[in-house]
């Protein structure tokens, strides 16, 4: 967020250097090679030589202003087409890394507002499955990135470590253990499936089902959910999501802060195009 802002007041500073230059004083110039200069009246000590000078272009404002045209391409790029993230903590395991480098589709849910974020042209809207990065509903200069696991109008359980979307219980498959190197040691480790898509989750069979952690269960429209000491149920509102950490046990999610609404969405995450210690890592995810 932070950065957007910035790469904005670049552009419009080096936009303003850039137009001054093209519209005043290149036209100056061609004024000068053209022999069009006004004649300047004897009581008058400035020369056309003198007068040159003064309307050319400083070299710093030539300079500056030639940055306009890259940061053009690299506002509207990261505006509306896609944008990179780098992943800073375990809450996506086993499906994201940390230090996995990723791009985001910003225009597959909609055209938004540069930094607002508002739509302007919706296109679709984001599904149970999605991996979609959002603006932190508790501080929105920061971006979060979180899996869907239900959307407006469902009704998402949590029971048992086991996910259940309006009644029915979510397929989970077993698979070989998840072996963290920075906690060393093992996690149970699942295929879970959500509607038609199937997605890797992690488990920790030491950790409670409902995390104990200051504000659990205590956000805006909390009163559409309901805790207890085996899980939770939440009815989703309307142009909202329910979104969770792949890392079960280990995600700062909607069972803490809530909600995701539509206008926090910032696009899909879909590539990692580069992780600077396991090249292995580059490639589509699920």
């Not at 993230?85 to 480098?101: H, W």
């Not at 963290?180 to 699942?190: D, G, I, P, T, Y």
């Not at 038609?196 to 504000?215: C, K, L």
């Not at 429209?221 to 207890?228: A, I, P």
Request: positive net charge; glycine residues 6%.
């Amino acid at each position: 967020m932070t950065f957007s802002i910035v790469l904005f007041l670049l552009l419009i500073i080096t936009g303003i250097l850039y137009f001054l230059d093209i519209f005043y004083f290149r036209a100056y110039a061609k004024i000068f090679d053209k022999n069009e200069a006004p004649e300047i009246s004897h009581s008058n000590k400035v020369s056309k030589k003198e007068l040159k000078k003064v309307t050319c272009a400083p070299v710093w404002l030539d300079y500056i202003g030639s940055f306009f045209p890259v940061i053009l391409f690299v506002f509207v790029l990261r505006s509306f087409i896609a944008e990179p993230f780098r992943i800073p903590s375990e809450s996506m395991l086993p499906t994201l890394e940390v230090g996995d480098l990723i791009l985001v589709n910003k225009f597959i849910y909609g055209i938004r507002l540069p930094i607002l974020g508002n739509q302007l042209i919706p296109v679709k809207n984001p599904k149970a499955g999605d991996v979609i990065v959002f603006r932190y509903p508790v501080d929105p200069s920061l971006d979060y990135i979180k899996r869907v696991v239900a959307v407006g109008g469902d009704r998402i359980e949590y029971r048992d470590k086991r996910l259940f979307i309006n009644g029915k219980p979510q397929a989970t498959t077993s698979l070989d253990h998840y072996y963290s190197a920075r906690r060393l040691r093992f996690f149970n480790q699942f295929e879970e499936s959500i509607g038609n898509h199937s997605h890797r989750i992690i488990v920790d069979d030491e950790a409670p089902v409902v995390p104990a952690q200051a504000g659990a269960g205590i956000f805006p429209k909390s009163d559409r959910c309901v805790f207890n000491s085996t899980g939770f149920y939440c009815d989703v509102p309307e142009n909202h999501y329910f979104v969770m950490g792949d890392n079960r046990d280990n995600s700062s999610d909607s069972r803490f802060w809530g909600f995701v609404s539509n206008e926090q969405v910032v696009g899909k995450a879909f590539l990692i195009w580069m992780n600077l210690t396991n090249l292995s890592r580059i490639g589509f995810f699920r």
